[in-house]
Each structure stands twice: as structure tokens, then as C-alpha cells.
């Protein structure tokens, strides 16, 4: 393994570097490399800095397979301890024999190679900070390929990375760049199989969906257990206390909390989190097998699916339903063994983190341990208020329902196809869907702003106008209303100037995103979504405007074709032919009219909404949603208008820059606010 090794690096790097130079790279730990790579980087010194970022991954990556192997390998040997029913000699026996199989195995694989790390550098190179650096040395190196492939691999592992994802947008402006070139140099090949499983699903196509989540969770089972082997690793050095079994705790849980974090890395699709991942599998596991007939399948997946979520209505509905037909019995209900075992470890290791945690309390300060560990949302979201989870429940089944009466779904009615890819959203309710709407890609949704919320906004939309002089043309649609607008960086910059305040900006991006993740995931998009144009706008009547007017507030329109007297809706420029979803959330009512309308071509109305505070309208783009805004004939009504694109060339980067701003404001705030008390001392 060693020899071949160090044959690859031989080949790959026989020009360009000297025989002593390739045999010092084999003596130098990773860590080195690393360092003088960002030594390089320093310096400008781009070719360097390259060259030593690139072995230090690579070689990090030979050093961390072969401990992987290793620990494996005396795994097997042993018997997990488990911290019941041993006394302390036999389970330091068993750690013993452990620790000297692992010890024999690295030396015979690793050799001169078993450097001891630093915890901090191993957690630099597990959430890719080398391809951070890299990004910046192909790009002055003016390799726009490698520099894009770099900046796409580090993203995969820091999704809120908005400097990051500023540099994408930037690369992918460039004429020169292509879209191939944003690839994932790390991508696990479970997700590959995942995102093929998906497709094949979403088409109906059910033996390759089969065959490919199949795999899918195979490869993911491996790469859990790499990443919780990944956890045995050298201690952060802050080894709270001294005392023998203070620090084994200490340093048990460390270990705990990386691997809990192994499910949330474990759970992110092409750049975004997916909530319930390993769970959901098999319940796409389960509609699968149920369409190809093979029942003991579907019911061994249904059951899986039960350990997760045991109260879940539609899969208990749907294993009441497999036990009512004749072939079935039920010893079926099997549990799929190795998701049996991940489970039971998680569950398990979690209840000892709560033991912990209520014996040192104030040493240790563990997130998220109450409640399922399966419900696990994206770092640092909110708790999901009590009472709101059930509520959601009934209403996905009650857009199950939608879906089956709109015939866009042909299966027996019993069993229903999962569609809750991501899109719960605790205290959001739809209200209305397609069917009421009278269109398959159209959704009214209730919840996403609080009534104090939309008040901040309805405020922040008047610093539109009175805060930076708004100028320009203030009846945009029709003479009886003013209409006046604020997008999210003028909203940043009138908080520079402190003409607004930073949290109520601050909201604005935080509300825009919430309704962004909403739509994506109620029609469950598989791929991202990016802002393309964020306004923040409000229509108020003039003292003029009379209750009979026959004009539109909003005539009617297309969001991302140019609608022609004779209904065509030609997708061409003026046209903002890059949209591909609209959303607008409303921030109030109390005014008169202003209802939002979609029609048909010829204009008569289909259906309507009436605006309300915390209201979300979602529809897709294009002309099979024409529709427009009814006069407003008294009052003033505000909305956050969003235009979602997938194509991330038009991703508003305005977002990054507002996000930026506030950032360092709030960073001066906090500062200022340290620094008063030594003022007044
Ligand atoms: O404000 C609304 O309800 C809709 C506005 C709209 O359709 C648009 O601005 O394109
Ligand atoms: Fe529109």
C-alpha cells in the first residue's frame, strides 16, 4: 500500500519537483505540508502554495484511510465495550487489547508515517480548509478550473460560508468558466447513488431506483463508519481536569459529540441539509418495493422506516394497510438490522451524553439532546416549538391527498409516495394547493412571518422611501398608487448609515431565506435554489384612487416571459427569462382590494389570495402562472417579493454583500458595547 503510494505521488509529480524533494514529502507529517502551504499563502507565493496544500490532502487522505482500516480491523477483533455489566479490569482489558491491535496495525500499514496530529489541523482538514486556501492560489495562478472545483469541494463542507458561495457566483459570471468545473473532489459516491436513486424515483422509474438507493445506503453505512472512526482522534488539548476518570470523561465526550455530528455531515445533498435523511431512504425504500410487488420488502422497509419515526401517520397507516392483504403476516415487519444497530448506537450514546450532562451541567454545554436525535435539524436552527410537529403531520397528509385527487399520482390509494423531501417547517401551514389554486405548481402557505415580524418589515419598507430619498418613477403599474421598493443591500446600507435599525435588516435576509427554503422544499426541488431579485415593496393608494376603479394594481403578467396581447409568452429578453420560481410573503391586510389573482390567458380570475401578514404565495415562473395584483383602492399593502433562479449565474449577490455588511456592524456593536463598561470605569 505504502509502495504504491508513494509510486502514485512518484508519477504525478515527476516534473516540476526533484527526487529529494519528493523524498522529503514522504517523511513530512501532513500537518507540515499544511503549514507550509499556508506559510505559502502568506507569501504570495501561489505555485507553493498549491503544490504543498495539494500533498498535504493527499497524503492526510492515504494516512486517514489506513487508520481507518486499522481501527476496523481491531474493532472486529474486540467487543465494543458497552458501559454495563463489566467490572473496570475487564473493560481496561478489552480497551487494552484494542489499543495494541491498532497499535501493531498502524505500525505495519503506516510506519514512518504515524505522525501524532493536532486535533485543530485534523478539524481543518475534515471540513476542507486546504481547498479554502487553494481556491485563492489556482485563481492567481489564473487556473479558473481548479480554483472553481476547489471553492465548489470546500463549500460541500461549510454551507454557510457566504464568502464562498460570493466567489462561486463570481466564477460562474465568467464567460470562460464552465459548469462542469464546479465538482466535488471529495464527493462520497452516496450521494452520487442517493441523487440517482432520487431521479429514477421522481420518474416513476422503480427497479433503478431500487438498485441505486440500494447502493446508496450501503455506501452511506460506510461512510458513517468512517466518520465516527474519524472521531478517534488526537484531543483538542483542553483537557479540562486531571483526575484520571475526569479526563477519560472528558475525553469520552469529545468523542460522543463528533460522532453526533457524524449524522448531521452525513446529511448534506449537493450543497444543502437535508433533514431525516437515513430515514427517508427508507421510506422511498418502501414505495419503492411496494410499486414492484415485492412486498416483504416493502413491508421490511416501512418497519425500518418505524424506528425512526414510531408514530408516523402515514407509514402506520401504510403497514396497517400491507397487514390487511392476505399474503400478510405480521413477522414481516422486520427491521433492517444494520439500521437497527445505527439507530440503537445513537440513541444510546446520546442517553450517556444526557447522563453526562446532567452530572457536569456546567462543563459541558451539549446542544440538542432532548427529544429524538433523528429530528436533528441544521446546526443552529431553532427547536421546533411543542404542539406545531402534529399539526404539520396533518397537513403533509393532507397534501398527500391534493396530490393523489390531482391525478399526478396513479399508485393504490393506501400507500402514498413520500413527498416531505425537506419541507417541514414547524409553525408553517399550507392553506391552500394546487388543487384550490387551480394549478400543479402553486401553493398559498400560512406561518412564515410573526405578526411582530412583518411589522419590522412594513417599518423597514418605509426606510425605503424616506430613509435614502427613494427617487424615480413612484407610480411603477398604475397612477392611483405609489409604489415604492427596498432590496436587500439598500436595506444593509441604510443600517450603515444607521437609518434603519441592524436586526430589522437582519430579518429581512433571515425571512427571505426561510420563504426561499420553503418553496424549495415544497415542491421538492432536488437542487438548489438561489435568490435572483429580493424586493421589499409596498403599493399605497392615493388619496384619489376611488373604490370603482376597473385598472389593475399589478396587470397581469408572467414572472419570466414577456405575455403578448395574444397570449403568447414568448421566454426572450425583456423577459427575465432566468427566473424559475416566485414567491411573495405578505406583511399585512387592512387595506381595500389588492387581492392577489392567477389567471387564464384571457384574464378571468382562477383563484385568488387575500394577503395577510406571514402569507406566502409560492408559484413557478413561467406562463402556466399568469397573474397580477387587484387595485388597491385605500391603504397601503407591503410584500416581500422573491424571484428564485436555479441557475446559479444569476444568483443575486447582493445577498453575500447585505449579509457582509450587517455581519460587520453587528461584530462593531458588540464591540462597542464590551468596551462601555471600561469607559464609564
Ligand atoms: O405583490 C403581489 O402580490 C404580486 C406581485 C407580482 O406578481 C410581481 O411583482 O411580479
Ligand atoms: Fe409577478
Redo the contacts with the bound molecule.
Keep these: 500500500e505504502l509502495a504504491s503510494f508513494s509510486e502514485k505521488l512518484v508519477a504525478q509529480h515527476a516534473e516540476g519537483s526533484s527526487p529529494e524533494e519528493l523524498e522529503e514529502l514522504l517523511e513530512t507529517p501532513y500537518f507540515e505540508l499544511y503549514g507550509k502551504g499556508k506559510d505559502a499563502y502568506l507569501d504570495e507565493e501561489w505555485e507553493r502554495c498549491v503544490w504543498y496544500m495539494e500533498k498535504a490532502v493527499m497524503v492526510h487522505k492515504h494516512v486517514a484511510a489506513h487508520k481507518f482500516r486499522c481501527r476496523q480491523r481491531c474493532f472486529n477483533q474486540t467487543v465494543e465495550p458497552s458501559f454495563e455489566g463489566h467490572s473496570t479490569l475487564q473493560m481496561m482489558r478489552k480497551f487494552m487489547k484494542r489499543a495494541a491491535c491498532t497499535d501493531r496495525c498502524e505500525q505495519a500499514s503506516l510506519g514512518g508515517m504515524r505522525w501524532e496530529g493536532v486535533n485543530e489541523i485534523q478539524q481543518e482538514m475534515d471540513s476542507r480548509v486546504p481547498y479554502d486556501y487553494m481556491q485563492l492560489c489556482y485563481y492567481k495562478l489564473g487556473d479558473l478550473q481548479k480554483a472553481a472545483a476547489s471553492a465548489y469541494t470546500f463549500l460541500q463542507m461549510n454551507l454557510n460560508h457566504d464568502i464562498m458561495r460570493a466567489n462561486i457566483a463570481f466564477y460562474r459570471q465568467m464567460e470562460e468558466v464552465q459548469q462542469e468545473w464546479f465538482r466535488d473532489r471529495e464527493k462520497n459516491h452516496w450521494k452520487r447513488r442517493f441523487m440517482d436513486g432520487m431521479d429514477h424515483y421522481l420518474m416513476n422509474q422503480f427497479e433503478d431506483a431500487r438498485d441505486s438507493l440500494e447502493a446508496a445506503l450501503e455506501l452511506w453505512y460506510q461512510e458513517y463508519g468512517k466518520c465516527r472512526s474519524s472521531c478517534e482522534r488526537p484531543n483538542n488539548m483542553d483537557i479540562k481536569r486531571n483526575d484520571l476518570w475526569m479526563s477519560l470523561t472528558d475525553r469520552y465526550v469529545e468523542l460522543l459529540l463528533c460522532r453526533r455530528n457524524c449524522i448531521v455531515r452525513m446529511s448534506h445533498i449537493e450543497g444543502r441539509f437535508v433533514e431525516q435523511l437515513l430515514a427517508n431512504m427508507f421510506h422511498y425504500l418502501q414505495y419503492v418495493y411496494f410499486q414492484l410487488k415485492d412486498w416483504p420488502n416493502a413491508m421490511r422497509n416501512a418497519a425500518t422506516y418505524l424506528i425512526f419515526y414510531p408514530t408516523d401517520p402515514m407509514m402506520t397507516q401504510n403497514v396497517d394497510y400491507f397487514l390487511s392483504l392476505s399474503w400478510a403476516s405480521e413477522d414481516m415487519l422486520e427491521v433492517r438490522p444494520e439500521a437497527a444497530a445505527v439507530y440503537e448506537v445513537v440513541e444510546l450514546e446520546r442517553k450517556l451524553l444526557q447522563d453526562i450532562q446532567k452530572n457536569f451541567g456546567d462543563e459541558y454545554v451539549i446542544e440538542g439532546l432532548h427529544g429524538n436525535a433523528w429530528y436533528q435539524d441544521e446546526p443552529n436552527a431553532s427547536p421546533p416549538r411543542p404542539n406545531e410537529e402534529e399539526e404539520e403531520e396533518e397537513k403533509d397528509e393532507e397534501y398527500e391527498k391534493e396530490i393523489l385527487e390531482d391525478g399526478e399520482e396513479e399508485a393504490q390509494p393506501r400507500v402514498t409516495k413520500d413527498v416531505r423531501y425537506g419541507y417541514n417547517m414547524p409553525g408553517v401551514t399550507v392553506v391552500k394547493g394546487p388543487r384550490d389554486l387551480k394549478g400543479p405548481k402553486r401553493m398559498v402557505a400560512d406561518g412564515i412571518a410573526s405578526e411582530e415580524e412583518c411589522k419590522m418589515l412594513s417599518h423597514l419598507a418605509k426606510g425605503g422611501t424616506e430613509g435614502n430619498g427613494y427617487e424615480g418613477d413612484k407610480h411603477v403599474h398604475t397612477e392611483f398608487e405609489r409604489f415604492d421598493g427596498l432590496t436587500v443591500l439598500q436595506a444593509a446600507e441604510l443600517a450603515k448609515r444607521g437609518l434603519v435599525s441592524v436586526d430589522h435588516a437582519e430579518m429581512y435576509l433571515n425571512l427571505s431565506n426561510k420563504a426561499r427554503r420553503y418553496v424549495h422544499g415544497y415542491f421538492h426541488m432536488k437542487h438548489q435554489l438561489f435568490f435572483t431579485y429580493t424586493h421589499l415593496v409596498c403599493r399605497t393608494a392615493e388619496p384619489y384612487s376611488t373604490d370603482d376603479r376597473t385598472d389593475l394594481s ?1 396587470p397581469i ?1 408572467a ?1 419570466n416571459c414577456h405575455l403578448l396581447p395574444d397570449g403568447s409568452c414568448p421566454k426572450k429578453l425583456p423577459a427575465f427569462t432566468w427566473r424559475d420560481w416566485s414567491a ?1 410573503l405578505y406583511l399585512n391586510e387592512g387595506f381595500k382590494g389588492g387581492e ?1 389573482i392567477f389567471t387564464h390567458a384571457n384574464e378571468s380570475v382562477q383563484s385568488s389570495v387575500k394577503p395577510k401578514c406571514g402569507r406566502l404565495v409560492g408559484f413557478s415562473a413561467g406562463e402556466e402562472n399568469l ?1 397580477g ?1 387587484k387595485a388597491v383602492v385605500k391603504g397601503r399593502r407591503c ?1 416581500l ?1 422573491m424571484w428564485y433562479t436555479l441557475d446559479e449565474r444569476y444568483n443575486e449577490v447582493e445577498h453575500y454583500q447585505a449579509r457582509k455588511i450587517l455581519q460587520t456592524l453587528k461584530k462593531h456593536r458588540t464591540k462597542a458595547s464590551k468596551d462601555k463598561p471600561k469607559e464609564e470605569l
Excluded: N
Design positions: 399589478h403578467h414572472d411573495i392577489f397573474h395584483v410584500a417579493a
